[in-house]
Nanobody
């Protein structure tokens, strides 16, 4: 079965760091953009970050720019989200997604509807 599996979530104190991983199985997404989204209770799904197929282009939501960094290792079929200077408002379930209709393009959409394959999410809680 084609799937994306997030890992690395957990409890971290404000100001701390955490690295999320998203590993693909069943098929390769090395030619596709990958994105990270998050959703907190009572809030809409929010764009966090996205990365082009070769990792050369990245995009970040305003709320995380300068603190979060996305990267990928296509040889490992894995996308990462390094989260630094974490705040309580970063608390959410984080999802990774693949835009399989986008083949080796510089386009890295920030709209969830553009992504086709989603992971089940990993919980990130920022609290003292």
């Amino acid at each position: 079965q084609v799937q994306l599996v997030e890992s690395g979530g957990g409890l971290v104190q404000p100001g701390g760091s955490l690295r999320l991983s998203c590993t693909a199985s069943g098929r390769s997404f090395s030619n596709n953009p990958m994105g990270w989204f998050r959703q907190a209770p009572g809030k809409e799904r929010e764009f966090v970050s996205a990365i082009s197929w070769h990792g050369g282009n990245t995009d970040y939501g305003d709320s995380v720019k300068g603190r979060f960094f996305i990267s990928r290792d296509n040889a490992k079929s894995t996308v990462y989200l390094q989260m630094n200077s974490l705040k309580a408002e970063d608390t959410a379930v984080y999802y990774c997604a693949a835009d399989i209709d986008n083949f080796r393009s510089l386009l890295i959409p920030r709209w969830g509807s553009e992504y086709d394959v989603w992971g089940h999410g990993t919980q990130v809680t920022v609290s003292s």
